[in-house]
């Protein structure tokens, strides 16, 4: 069975930066698209930025220029690079292999 695990999260200051790490397990992970997405309190789960298998990206309005998402496929990792860290970015940051392998989550809080 495939799992999906996030790490990284924490609390930061506004104006600061995190790296979020997600491990998925499986010896093909290098042909999936990963992605990652956050749930704020009482809001949606919303996208935040997907990499497809050939390293292509795609980012939220909300995170452009901000967050980065890259990924290491020898070691089945998929990264995020958070900078500029607003409150507004606070929320659960979950992992998913595309279609529909999801992680627990990682906790994220940026303090003003």
């Known amino acids: 069975q495939v799992q999906v695990v996030e790490s990284g999260g924490g609390l930061v200051q506004a104006g600061g930066s995190l790296r979020l790490s997600c491990v998925a397990s499986?010896?093909?992970?290098?042909?999936?698209?990963m992605g990652w997405y956050r749930q704020a309190p009482g809001k949606q789960r919303e996208l935040v930025a997907t990499?497809?298998?050939?390293?292509?990206?795609n980012y939220a309005d909300s995170v452009k220029d901000r967050f980065i998402i890259s990924r290491e496929n020898f070691k089945n990792t998929v990264y995020l690079q958070m900078n500029s860290l607003k409150p507004e970015d606070t929320g659960v940051y979950y992992c998913?292999?595309?279609?529909?392998?999801w992680g627990q989550g990682t906790q994220v809080t940026v303090s003003s």
């Open positions: 990499i497809t298998s050939t390293g292509s990206t």
């Open positions: 998913k292999r595309h279609p529909d392998v």
């Open positions: 499986g010896s093909i992970f290098g042909i999936y698209s």
